[in-house]
Each structure stands twice: as C-alpha cells, then as structure tokens.
C-alpha cells in the first residue's frame, strides 16, 4: 500500500516505487518526523528518534521531569516557533493578545485515492489509479489554528508532493506570521546543498556548495520567482554525481516571494524548510476561514542529480502540465521581437511571416508593440487594443493573412503592466501597485497593477479576450518585465497589507485559469524578461516558458543545462537567433543554434528576410531534422553527460526514448582547445543488451558498448562547434 498508518506504532509511512517517507505521532500528540530515502518495509521506525539530555534544551511542560524529551533531538514534521524547537520553524500564529507561541497536537487523519486541488493554487494533480493522498489534522488547542498537511505519494513516480492547509476553528481573528510548506530534518548535515542562481539573461547557473553550521538559504521578495533564484533546492550526498549517489530536490510550485533554507543546527543535524518567504507576510484568517499554503515537490534518487531531474521532468511533463498542448509537438514559431523590436506595421509582419512560412515555420508570434501608443517602452501598456497606426488593416486581417500563409498565429500580452502614458493609468491612477506619500518606482518605464484586485482583473480578462475572440488566435505570449515595488493594495484595510505579495500571484493565477477556461485551446508561453518567473507553479497554465532573453548558443547551453535539474525540454522556449547575438555579440554557427533550440521547444527570432540562401537552406533542414527528431527530446528522458559549469570545453547532454529504442545525443565545444585533446564520452539510459546503430557512421554496438566503452567526439574547431549522435536500436 503507497500510505499506510500502523495502529500500533501510530506511524504513518508513504511509499513511491523506491522511496519512503515516514512520520510517527508521539508523545502528547507530537507529529514527529522520521525518515525519507531508500525503501524500507518496516514501519517500526519509532526508534529513529534519540532521547537525551541535551544542556540548554527546553523540555515541553508535559514532559517534566524527563529532561530527554526536547525538540533538539526529536525531529517535528510540522515545527512551530515559540514553543522549544528553536531550529526554523514552519509555522507562526499570532493570537489576539499578540502572542506568537504555537504549539500543534495530532487530531485525526484521512488516507484516501488521488490527489486534491489546492483552492487558487497550481498543483500536481493525479487519478485515484495514480496517486494516494494522507492528510494530518494537527491543532493548536489555544489559538484554535487546525493545520492539515497533505501528502500525496505517486504510485508511478518517485516523487511526494505536499502542502497544508490552515483553518482558524476559533471566534477571533488569527495572523498567519509565517506558514511555509514543507519542512525535512536530516540527520547529518554532510550533505551539499545545489541551486539555481542567476540574473536577466543569464538564469538558472549551477551551484553546489557544502553545507555549514547556520542558515544557508536562497529567497525571492521581488515579487515574482525572480532571473536571482529558482524555487529550487537540491540536498545531495558530497560524492553525489549525475548517476550515482543520494540526491533530495526540492521543488514548489509558487511564482511569487518564496524562501527555500537549510539550517545546521547544534546537534549537526540539517533542517529543509521551504515556502511562501514569512518576510513581509501576514495572513488574517477570520474565524472558520482556512489559508492553503502552495505546494513542495519531493523527490528522492540513489542515482544521482541526472535520476533526481528526470523524475522531476517525468512528473512535471504528465501531472503538471495541462491541456490540448501538453503532449503535443508545440508548433515550431518564428518571433519577430528581435527582428523588429518596436519598429514594424503589417508589411513588415508579413515580409517575415512569408519567408518563415516557406521554410515550414508553422506559427507566426507578433510580439511586443502591436497595441495602444506602443512604440518604446515608454507608453501604452495596459490599452489592449490594436495600434491601427502599425496594423492598418486591423489585427484580424493580419491574422487571416498569416493563417493564409499554412501558419497559426501567436500574440504577445504583459498583462500585469501598466505604462504611465497610457489611456488606463490616466483612468485608473490607484490601480497600481502604490503607497500614497510614497514615490512609484519605475522599472523598464513602467508599474505593476494591483493584481489582487478584482476590478483590476476583470478589465484584463475583457480586454484580452476581446482581443482573442477578435481572430484567430492560438497562441499568447505572458510576460512580465519588472519585479514589484511599493507593494500594497488600496484596497486592503491595515491589517491585510502583507498578504497583497500572495494576492497578487493569486490574482496572475486566477487570471491565466480564466482565460484558459475561455480560450481552451489557447497555447500558453509564460515569460518574464525571458526566465524570470520559470517556475512550476507558471507551468500550470503555460506548458512552455521563454527560457532566457539570452538567445546566445553558448550562453543558451548553459542556461538551458542548468534549468534541466528541473524542468524538461517541453517547457524550455528556446530559438535560433541572429549573429552577431543582440545581448553577447558573439557569433556562433547557424548549425549549433540551431542543435540548442531543439533542446527545447524550437523556434526563430531574427529577420528572414535578411538571411542568405545557404542560410534558409540550413534552416530548412533544420526544421525537417527537428520535425524527426521532437518525439525523443520531448518525450525521452535526459542524461546529462559532460557539465559546462565544471568542464570549461565542453557539454553534452542525451536523450532516450521510453523504450530505449532510440537515443539523440549533443555535443557543443564551449571553447576550442588549439591542440585538441582526445575526448570520448560515454553515453547513459541505454539498453545494454540491445545493438544501437548510430546513424552517420554506420557503426553498430551494444548499449553496453556505447554506455561503459562510449563515444569519439569528432576533432572540431572554433568556439561553439557541435555535433549529434543519433543512435537507434536495431530490430531483433
Ligand atoms: C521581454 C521578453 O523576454 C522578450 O522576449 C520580449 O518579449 C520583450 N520583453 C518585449 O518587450
């Protein structure tokens, strides 16, 4: 059974394939955690917890005399502060008369089939023949806060996915002060801790570092997941690798402030907590209402990093992902941003759309610049209407020629923005985020609306729409080109101030649902000055996300390495752009863009109608290989195989299809070497008992062969040369 409670032992105990997680209720009700990792059958594991005396500790008055019993040695599933565990805690309620202890008991518990929805939020979702749900109710018999945590062990995936709920069973207003998501003790701290850093154009870098006494954490509070930080941890043993080796990833499902942290404490134990950042929050609940915290994705390998992200793509592809698009071969676009910027009319679309269309682009995307008085970007966001100035026939004759042309037709949207030169700010003035007395920081020339507002929302939901239904529109660009500032809502009394950070994600959330409940069809690319809010939580509502406005291959490699610890291939928006490259000046060959925007969702962003012939010839070929090639890079899984962030020359990474019949493998030198070393790079996730053929070279051998012996990477000159492999099995 994936869940089970042991009467005897008041353990609870989930189970995926090869990963358990166990907690025990103990004394006075104490919800205490157990284990996470590696199988085990047994579900007597109450004697993992160490009783002792420890000097300073604080032993619960119930306890008294026993002066072994304290929370620095008894691990809490769900740890509250201002009681005696003085690690970070999960949860803080604040009581009428200000007091800020919590202290909460096991109530009850709920084993059933399947997978809840989390009221407003993103999630995982999964049938009853795919998942089993536990939910612990845990009281705070003086505040009367009731927290439900809730588990969900997938039966086909090693992954647990949990959130909570809080409910104010009390007459009196509560403040939530902090109520973070998910919390895992450890017990040893020589683990690395490895996370995604970066800045605009340059997301998602690789860092591992080991882990020390204190508090080790990566946060946002711009308002957005943020280019800074992915909402992302991983914990992996010191000799973990790509293939072998314990490794935890971490990974919630939020687009807005969050705090992921690890704290060594003085016993040299680890404590993960993760969640909605407590910096700047506070949630009253009034009584009988409930605050539903968002949701942290768990999974365990033993094989390494590579094991623990193609479980995250795996789950993220089949049980986050939603609609028509999900498993769809997305269509393969041509953007005109880096085209034309702001400088365009209908010709000019045209021109483009006519050339990409005789290459065999299928989807022609018109983005920023086409609506209100748009022509930098000073003016005009939040007036979604054309700008007849630029499209004179109008949007729908642009879009009937474009659909005349084979192509479907995409739109960009920054629904969350307004410009102060724009017909909306001159109407609505209170509609942004501001603090009256206060100035309105500007960023890229404009503000961010008040998404917590529903009036805010509902003019964005009819004027989007009108601009949907008003042709055929199958595809929008959302992006977001600024973090959040002066945050507050003029519609929220004093004492709801804090919550306006969550409100406004919920707002973007409810929005995108709205939408897409109006528009089914509509294919979702989420955006945020490229990855700025590439998140799972975004992931919901839009399958892909513009990785990076960084379209540089090389820079691209890196990027794109450093979002697959999390993210697959399907959701990583990634285009050949033009060379020299708009943000590195660096020039790289066509062939090479283009082997790094399949490692995506494919696509173009420069102006072809400037492009020589042996350009569209190459470009041609490219679309037909991509074409061939899309069922095992989207639906196959990813090995990565040499690691740019750790080999200045080099990196490679493959793919496998489901039955390990066919395998794809790319190979970019980052940095040539003048005297080349010999290199050879063995492949992984074959068969090893099936002959692989690869392609080129005619050369059959085992998977074993390929795998244990490996490869010869051609003698390849000039930064940023690449080459493939394609392997397939041959018929027995
Ligand atoms: C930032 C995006 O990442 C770009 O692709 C482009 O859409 C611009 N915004 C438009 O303003």
């Known amino acids: 059974m994936p869940v089970v409670f042991d009467e005897a032992n008041r353990v609870f105990k989930l189970d995926t394939p090869n990963t358990t997680y166990a907690m025990q209720v103990i004394r006075q009700g104490c919800l205490a955690h157990l284990y996470y990792g590696a199988s085990v059958e047994d579900t007597d594991l109450g004697y993992l917890i160490c009783h002792r005396n420890v000097s300073f500790a604080a032993n619960p008055q119930e306890e008294f005399p026993d002066r072994t019993f304290s929370f620095e040695t008894v691990p809490l599933e769900y740890p509250c502060f201002g009681i005696s565990d003085y690690k970070s805690a999960c949860l803080c309620v604040q009581m009428p008369d200000g007091t800020t202890a919590t202290d909460v008991r096991y109530q009850g518990h709920r084993i059933y089939a399947g997978k809840p929805k989390l009221q407003g939020l993103p999630a995982t979702y999964a049938g009853e023949e795919e998942a089993d749900t536990l939910e612990i109710d845990l009281k705070d018999s003086v505040s ?116 992921a942290e690890v704290e060594v404490g003085q016993l040299d134990t680890a404590r993960l907590v993760m969640g909605i950042n407590p910096t700047d929050f506070t949630w009253k609940l009034g009584p009988g209402e409930a605050f539903t915290a968002p949701e942290v994705v768990m999974v365990y390998s033993q094989e390494g990093l590579g094991g623990m992200s193609r479980t995250f793509h795996r789950l993220y592809r089949n049980n986050l992902c939603r609609g028509p698009w999900k498993h769809k071969r997305r269509p393969i676009l041509v953007n005109n941003w880096e085209a034309t910027y702001f400088s365009f009319n209908e010709e000019k679309l045209l021109a483009i759309a006519q050339q990409a269309a005789q290459l065999g682009v299928e989807m022609f995307v018109m983005d920023d610049g086409w609506f209100g008085k748009r022509d930098s970007d000073k003016s005009g966001l939040g007036d979604w209407f054309v700008n007849e100035q630029k499209l004179r026939g109008g949007l729908k004759s642009l879009v009937d020629k474009v659909n005349a042309l084979g192509m479907k037709f995409g739109i960009w949207f920054e629904p969350e923005m307004i410009s102060e030169d724009s017909d909306l700010y001159r109407a609505h003035p209170d509609w942004c985020l501001h603090i009256p007395g206060r100035g309105r920081s500007l960023s890229r020339n404009q503000m961010v609306l008040d998404m917590s507002r529903q009036d805010v929302l509902d003019y964005l939901f009819q004027s989007m729409s009108a601009i949907l239904s008003s042709a055929n529109i199958e595809y929008v660009k959302w992006d977001m ?102 943000q590195t000046k660096r020039s790289v060959e066509l062939q090479t863009r283009g082997y790094v925007a399949m490692a995506g969702t494919f696509g173009y962003e420069l102006d072809l109608t400037k492009i020589t012939q042996e350009e569209k010839e190459m470009m041609r070929r490219q679309i037909q290989q991509f074409k061939e090639l899309h069922g095992v890079i989207t639906y196959g899984d990813q090995y990565r195989l040499v690691d740019p962030f750790q080999d200045a020359d080099m990196a490679a990474w493959m793919f496998v299809s489901e039955d390990k019949t066919e395998a794809l493998v790319q190979v970019v030198q980052m940095r040539t070497d003048p005297n080349p070393p010999l290199r050879r790079i063995r492949l992984q996730g074959l068969d090893p008992s099936k002959r692989y053929r690869e392609q080129d070279s005619g050369r059959i051998l085992s998977g074993q062969a390929w795998m244990n012996a490996g490869i010869n990477i051609p003698e390849m000159y000039g930064d940023g040369a690449a080459c493939i492999f394609h392997l397939l099995a041959l018929e027995l």
């Not at 990566?218 to 314990?246: C, K, Y």
């Not at 890196?558 to 752009?577: E, F, N, R």
């Open 144 to 259: 009367g806060a009731v927290v439900t945590l809730i588990y969900t062990a997938f039966r086909f995936h090693d992954a647990i996915a949990r959130s909570c709920r809080v409910q104010n069973t009390s007459q009196d207003s509560l403040y939530l002060r902090r109520v973070l998501s998910a919390c895992v003790d450890f017990d040893h701290h020589r683990y690395d801790m490895v996370n995604l850093y970066g800045k605009w154009a340059r997301e998602r870098q690789v860092e591992r570092r080991r882990l020390a006494h204190g508090k080790q954490s990566i946060e946002s509070l711009r308002g957005a997941s943020s280019h800074q930080h992915n909402p992302f941890v991983a914990i992996a043993g010191p000799n973990t690798d790509e293939m072998n080796g314990e490794a935890y990833g971490f990974s919630l499902v939020y687009s807005g402030n969050f705090l």
């Open 481 to 582: 080109n600024r973090n959040l500032t002066e945050v507050s809502s003029r519609l929220l009394p004093a004492d709801r101030q804090q919550e306006t950070w969550h409100r406004y994600i919920l707002g973007v959330y409810q929005l995108m649902e709205r939408l897409l409940e109006a528009f089914p069809n509509l294919l979702l690319e989420g955006c945020a000055g490229g990855g700025g809010r590439f998140d799972p939580g975004l992931l919901y509502y839009a399958p892909q996300y513009w990785t990076s406005d960084d379209t540089d291959a090389l820079e691209r490699v890196k990027i794109q390495y450093g979002t697959s610890y999390v993210y697959p291939v399907s959701s990583m928006g990634a285009h050949v752009s033009v060379c020299p490259n708009e």
